[in-house]
Every structure is written in structure tokens, then in C-alpha cells.
């Protein structure tokens, strides 16, 4: 589980605009249902006037409750937030709201006024949450102090219930957590970034263009082997920015910790009474050659992490010709093709979005640290107060249904069904070779898919949490 907490913001016509349709579009295809708590309305627009209104008439409230009015107004009223599920979790409607009211009820919210609005747009379950921050009979503003630290006490409390723990820097104590490089650390970083992320995009711009096979005869596999690799590139990309992020992490860490002594004999000698003008030489030169050393550092694990996506990009488009041209030998020798097609669907599935969600529950685990990961890359700004077009709410919105987008595994298996077909075709008399060729193929393929069983059981072991099921 990964708790996002996004700025607050002052527009609630803006954010619920924001979450009820699609980036940059008036369509609302990724929604998959909406609810709202503590409101007389579940029609969205309605909704949000009621809460509108009631963050306006907050010193109102206070009157009409005995509270003494005065002290400073809340500004920003509105609080966007988001519970972040691992691709592998399937959870249904129910829970997520279910969830979501325990959340509120240990952040100590749950009497505030909040749309929950569910997307399936990701290969993550998510639920993205629009709270008051005016209460709704007081017109007190919330508590949110240590907001994150008290929503990750949550979120371990979560895992450990559900018997998977994804983020183990949870189950630390605070003190013992991974420190996040403080700001000059990123500034340092974000000439590289840059320059890193943009040459991301130029690999991305590379892809292989698939035309030939488009001509053979089976279109079907093709199109449903060009899906598998389109995938496996998408997320081979995706991972890029939390690459770039663990490597300034690790070069932080690794340049303090060789700086430790030195920094703590700087703080002994001004304890000691040393003249501000020798300390304040002193702390020049540290500066200076901590700097040094971090840009040296830096500028050498960019080079070797750019070198190694370029490689592994590499490696993956041969390794993707090579099973196009598997492909293509065995419709040419004949062979029933549904269970290699199978096989190369769950290998990739298995090996994509779980590793990813491990990577950024840890990352989020680590305080105040940047995560590449998240329900929404963009952060809700403010928008003109219209409603936009309607939609219904309180219901999974009708003409929304079941959409692909919980697991990478399930949208290949129905894109397989689609493509393919939902069962094998008629039996058509081969020649004796080919029969003996595919009995041996099929021999092999069922041999590779038994080992790789193994050996994802036994990875799943070695990863079980203590809390295992």
C-alpha cells in the first residue's frame, strides 16, 4: 500500500474536474466508480457544491457550534489524496472503500466531508480521495500534523493485516530509516536528470516498427505477440526515473557517510571555542571538496547507468526478435501456437509490475523521499469552477464497465482471447514430420514452463514476508 498525500489546493469544482475525467480530455473513461462520504449528495457536481459551501461558511459554523470565531481563514480547503494498491491485489469496490474509511478514521478525518473517486487507468488498483479540510459541523480546520509520517504508520499496520508486507523500511524504527538527500543534493542531480529523461525518450523513439509479419497469415498471433513486446518496452521505460532516483539516493549516502568524520571533527572544534574565521575557512573548504568528490561521483554512476539501460534496451530488442522469429519457424513448420504465445504472455507479466511496486512502496518508506511511482504523475492545480459535463455518481457509472488495467496477466490473458480465440481449433491432419515436430516442441515448452513454476515459487518464498499468508 502507498499513501500519496498531494499539496492542498482552493478550487473543489478544479480537482473534482480533474479526477472525474480523463488528462487533457471531457471523456471519463477511467473512472471506475465514484462515493462520497459524510454528504447529502452522490451526484458529483452536487457534491462538490455542498462542500463548497461549507468550507465559505466556516466561521458560521463556529458560531452556530460555540466556538469562538477568529484565527486565521483556511486558504486552501481542499485535500487530494490517493491509497495506491499493488498490481497483484485485486481489490473489489467494497474494500477499497472500506479502506478508505479506516484511513480517515486513523488520520482522525473520518467526520469530514470526502469524494472518493476510483480509477482504472493504471496497472495498480487505486482510489484517489478529495477531502474538506473545513469540518462539516464545527467548521474547524483538520489536524494535519505529521500527516505522512502517521499515514505510513497506517499503511504498514495495512500490509502487515493483509499479510504482505511490499515496503520494509516500514518496519524500522524512524531513526533507523534511510535519510533523503536534502534539497542542494537534487539540485546537484537535475542538470542529469534531464539529461537522462531525455535520453530516455530518444531510446523510446527507436522502437522497432513491425510490418512484415502484419502480411502472414495468422495475424492474430502476431498481433497478439506485438501487444506482449509493446508492453514489455512500456515498461522497461517506466522504470527508467526510479533507476535515476535509487542512483542519487545510493551517491548521497555514500558521499556522507565517506564525509562523516570530518563533518563531526568541524562540529567538535566550533564546540570547542575555535575562532569563527578558522571555522567558517574550515566549512569552505569541506564544502568544496565534499562538492568535488559528489560531482565526480555523480557524473561517473550517470555515464555507467546510461550505459547499462542503452545495453539492456539492446538486449531486450534481440531478445524480442529472437521469439518473433521462433514465431514465425514454428506457423512455418505448422505448430499450434497458443501455448508458446501463452508461456511468452506470463513470463513478461511475471516479471513487470510487482518488482516496480516493491521498488516504490520502499522508496516512499524512506522519509520525505521522491517517489517515481505514484496513482497520478501530475499533482492537482486549480481549475476554472465549472462542473463540466455531468456524471453519475454512487454507481460504477454505467457505461464505464470492467476494463482491463488490474495486472498486466489479465490483460493479456483476455487480449489472447480476443486475438486467438477461446479454445483450440479443429484438429487438421499434418504431415508425419510436422506431427513429431510439434509433439517435441510441445514436450520442451511444457518441461520450460515447469522450471520457470519452480523458480518463481521459490522466488516468492525468499521475498514472504514474516507476515506471510
Known amino acids: 500500500m502507498i499513501v500519496r498525500i498531494m ?7 478544479g480537482c473534482a474536474a480533474y479526477l472525474t475525467h480523463d488528462p487533457e ?65 485485486n481489490p473489489t469496490r467494497e474494500h477499497m472503500i472500506e479502506t478508505s474509511e479506516e484511513f480517515l478514521r486513523h488520520m482522525k478525518w473520518q467526520e469530514h466531508q470526502a469524494l472518493l473517486v476510483a480509477h482504472d487507468d493504471k496497472a495498480h488498483p487505486h482510489v484517489h480521495v478529495m477531502l474538506n479540510v473545513v469540518h462539516p459541523e464545527s467548521g474547524l480546520r483538520l489536524d494535519d500534523n505529521f500527516e505522512r509520517r502517521r499515514a505510513q504508520a497506517w499503511a504498514r499496520d495495512y500490509e502487515q493485516e493483509q499479510g504482505r508486507v511490499y515496503c520494509e523500511q516500514r518496519l524500522k524504527n524512524p531513526e533507523e530509516r534511510e535519510s533523503a538527500p536534502p534539497r542542494n543534493m537534487w539540485l546537484v542531480f537535475q542538470e542529469n536528470e534531464k539529461e537522462f529523461a531525455q535520453a530516455e525518450k530518444s531510446l523510446r523513439q527507436h522502437e522497432p516498427i513491425l510490418v512484415d509479419e502484419q502480411k502472414n497469415q495468422k495475424n492474430a498471433e502476431w498481433n497478439f505477440l506485438k501487444e506482449i513486446q509493446r508492453t514489455e518496452r512500456t515498461d522497461f521505460f517506466s522504470q527508467g526515473k526510479l533507476k535515476f532516483s535509487q542512483l542519487r539516493l545510493s551517491i548521497y549516502h555514500e558521499v556522507r557517510e565517506e564525509f562523516r568524520d570530518r563533518w563531526a571533527d568541524f562540529y567538535a572544534a566550533g564546540r570547542n571555542g575555535t575562532e569563527s574565521e578558522t571555522l567558517a575557512t574550515l566549512k569552505a573548504e569541506l564544502i568544496a571538496d565534499q562538492k568535488a568528490v559528489l560531482e565526480a561521483r555523480r557524473d561517473e ?18 531478445d524480442q526478435r529472437e521469439i518473433r522469429a521462433d514465431l514465425r519457424s514454428r506457423q512455418e513448420a505448422g505448430l499450434d501456437n497458443a501455448l508458446f504465445l501463452q508461456e511468452v504472455g506470463d513470463r513478461n507479466a511475471g516479471n513487470t ?46 457505461d464505464i464497465g470492467v476494463r482491463v488495467g488490474f495486472g498486466v496477466g489479465s490483460f493479456l490473458d483476455s487480449l489472447f482471447c480476443d486475438l486467438v480465440g477461446p479454445g483450440p481449433k479443429p484438429y487438421q491432419p499434418e504431415p508425419a514430420e510436422a506431427n513429431l515436430l510439434r509433439a517435441a516442441a510441445d514436450e520442451t515448452l511444457k518441461q520450460q514452463q515447469q522450471r520457470e513454476r519452480e523458480a518463481d515459487e521459490e522466488w516468492r518464498e525468499r521475498q514472504r514476508s514474516p507476515y506471510g499468508e
Open 7 to 13: 499539496s492542498r489546493g482552493t478550487s473543489f469544482k
Open 25 to 89: 480530455a471531457q471523456t471519463d473513461e477511467r473512472v471506475a466508480w465514484t462515493h462520497t462520504l459524510n454528504l447529502a449528495n452522490d451526484h458529483v457536481p452536487s457534491a462538490v457544491d455542498e462542500m463548497l459551501w461549507t468550507a465559505r461558511n466556516a466561521e458560521l459554523l463556529k458560531q452556530e457550534a460555540g466556538i469562538r470565531a477568529g484565527g486565521r481563514t483556511t486558504e486552501n480547503a481542499v485535500k487530494h489524496l490517493s491509497l495506491n494498491w499493488s498490481p497483484e491485489d
Open 301 to 318: 554512476a550517470c555515464a555507467e547507468l546510461r550505459e547499462s539501460r542503452d545495453e539492456r534496451y539492446r538486449e531486450l530488442l534481440t
Open 353 to 398: 509490475t510487482t518488482g516496480g511496486f516493491r521498488e516504490a512502496a520502499d522508496q516512499v518508506g524512506i522519509p520525505q523521499a521522491s517517489t517515481a511511482w505514484g496513482a497520478d504523475a501530475a499533482t492537482m492545480a486549480d481549475r476554472p469552477e465549472n462542473d463540466g459535463p455531468s456524471l453519475k455518481s454512487g454507481s460504477a457509472a454505467d
